[in-house]
């Protein structure tokens, strides 16, 4: 087989990752609640990383602070003083900066939903929480009433939407299990109904990054990846099923590579240029040539004349399909074991590798 002079498998690395970081975004969320309200332990319970706790921040007003951490694609804007009497000045503060990001043309920039916290422990909504959602609003900003340190609810969660009634709904959460006198543990709960809330709101070019911000529901991350499968597949068929010899064994790298970029930035994995390539050297190491022999086989049929060429390109294209489908179902399984074990917080680079070449290495044996 013929590489082009052309080909540089290290350019088509880097691209493949700019392109999977871009279309994955950078989705911005509004925090709010009066101090104690149990903010930071929501966070850390959602969102990958310890973020409340390790993320950097930044103030964007007197009241209000951005945290963003490296290779995650979040930023939590968490705004207090909510329980101060004279109010008004952090709601213009808070304001003035949804109107100023609003205004740009890059969506990343934009707060794209806001929870209000209340905990179900005060029995109360304050008017600062009324005008807040009020504001929030009326600039277009969805906004999730989500009940903290839900115990009894007595009828607070409707007193919450009946006096709050343009949010779009009211969640109880317990971020953390707590345990009551006599030894009676009550679990957390709740929070994966925040995150169904959530992604119903996030913008569609966003929902990618929001689940891969979030640790509680799995079967959101493997969904979305498995759309990018789909998607890549199809794009594989497309080229293996052009009548020209071998051009589909370097065509398909590509596409197969910047969809392991996708299923890794879904997964909300810290990927790099070196990672990547780490990733696509251990399906080698662990696969042999298996992979690349199906590629070759294909390609020779596309060398019968006439006819030879159609069924070489047709045989190609299911041959695609099957590869590239395995090839994103093994890295969604890799991903998912290691998500398990380690409760939902990203595994490290080696991790990852080291399992992606251990199930390659197995598929192989299966197939020969």
Request: proline share 3%; hydrophobic share 45%.
């Amino acid at each position: 087989m013929t590489v082009p002079e052309d080909f540089n498998f290290e350019d088509v690395v880097k691209k493949s990752l700019n392109e999977a970081l871009r279309e994955r975004g950078h989705v911005n969320i509004l925090i709010a609640g009066r101090t104690g309200v149990g903010k930071s332990t929501l966070i850390n319970a959602v969102f990958q990383g310890n973020f409340a706790t390790t993320g950097q921040g930044r103030p964007v007003s007197k009241e209000t602070r951005e945290y963003k951490k490296e290779g995650i694609p979040l930023s939590i804007f968490d705004t207090r003083g909510l329980e101060m009497a004279d109010f008004s000045e952090t709601l213009g503060e808070l304001e003035k900066i949804v109107s100023e990001r609003a205004r740009t043309n890059d969506s990343n920039q934009h707060i794209h939903v806001a929870w209000v916290c209340i905990s179900e422990g005060s029995r109360r909504v304050e008017r600062a929480e009324e005008e807040l959602v009020k504001m929030l609003e009326d600039r277009n900003i969805p906004v999730i009433a989500v009940i903290t340190k839900a115990n009894a609810d007595k009828g607070f969660r409707t007193e919450v939407i009946k006096l709050l009634p343009t949010v779009r709904n009211a969640v109880r959460v317990r971020a953390i299990e707590e345990e009551l006198d006599g030894g009676i543990v009550l679990p957390s709960m709740g929070l994966r109904d925040l995150i169904d809330l959530t992604m119903q709101v996030v913008p569609e070019g966003l929902k990618r990054a929001f689940t891969a911000v979030q640790k509680i529901d799995i079967e959101l991350k493997k969904t979305q990846s498995r759309l990018i499968v789909t998607g890549a597949a199809a794009s594989a068929a497309g080229m293996a099923a052009v009548p020209i010899p071998f051009s589909d064994a370097v065509a398909i790298v590509p596409i197969q590579v910047g969809m392991l970029a996708g299923i890794s930035a879904t997964f909300g994995l810290s990927v790099d240029k070196s990672f990547l390539t780490t990733v696509v050297g251990s399906i080698i190491a662990g696969a042999g040539g298996t992979l690349a022999g199906r590629a070759i086989a294909s390609g020779l049929l596309k060398l019968i004349p006439g006819a030879g060429s159609v069924a070489g390109g047709a045989i190609a294209a299911g041959t695609a399909i099957a590869l590239t489908t395995t090839l994103g179902e093994i890295y969604i399984k890799v991903i998912e074991m290691l998500f398990t074990q380690n409760n939902g917080e990203q595994p490290t680079q080696t991790e990852v590798a080291d399992a992606f070449k251990k199930e390659c290495s197995q598929l192989a044996i299966r197939k020969n």
